[in-house]
């Protein structure tokens, strides 16, 4: 299997550090800015973007996490049944504007996924997404508003990031699975 990096430490940082800045500039109402990290890497990259939003406007954003298993369209099709996580947003979402934060976009699929769960806990006023890396092929009609990078790839890599806080090492990376070299 071949590998190759895309992103470094230092450019996970810097992208997010960029969409935090684009997240404050876009939504005037900061009072009303919230946070859902999808498990497991969106959680952790919701946070660098807590921690991010704090450093530059000094106000704390309530940040949640969401777990989207029970509301996946392919449980049906999975060899063993996952394990569900533990959904946590213990803020009233009604009237906020909620920012989906996860690691990769793929087909489109897990945000779908992510949208059903957050309208069970109430009608925010508005929901964004926010995504580390978006790869391409679209099965549904979800775009990003916040990009990290945006990297065209085949349907034969799968892209992997590694965030320091669950795989003690950082980056991501395109794993090309057929034997041939990557596309990027």
Do not use: W
């Amino acid at each position: 299997m071949n590998e190759r990096s895309i992103m470094t430490e230092d450019e996970i940082k810097r992208a997010m550090m960029r969409i935090a800045h684009e997240i404050l500039e876009k939504n005037a109402e900061r009072e009303n800015l919230a946070l859902v990290g999808i498990r497991t890497r969106g959680v952790f990259l919701a946070q660098r973007l807590q921690e991010n939003i704090k450093g530059i406007e000094g106000i704390t954003v309530p940040m949640g996490i969401l777990d989207i298993t029970l509301h996946r369209d392919d449980l049906d099709q999975l060899p063993t049944m996952p394990i569900v996580g533990k959904t946590e947003i213990n803020f009233d979402i009604a009237d906020k504007i909620v920012i989906i934060v996860d690691d990769v976009l793929f087909s489109g699929r897990t945000v779908r996924a992510a949208l059903d769960e957050i309208i069970d806990f109430g009608r925010p006023k508005k929901i964004q997404l926010a995504v580390l890396v978006d790869r391409g092929h679209r099965e549904l009609p979800i775009k990003a508003d916040y990009v990290g990078k945006n990297i065209p790839t085949s349907l034969s890599e799968q892209v992997k990031v590694s965030l320091k806080e669950h795989d003690e090492e950082e980056g991501v990376k395109i794993l090309c699975t057929n034997g041939t070299e990557s596309t990027f």
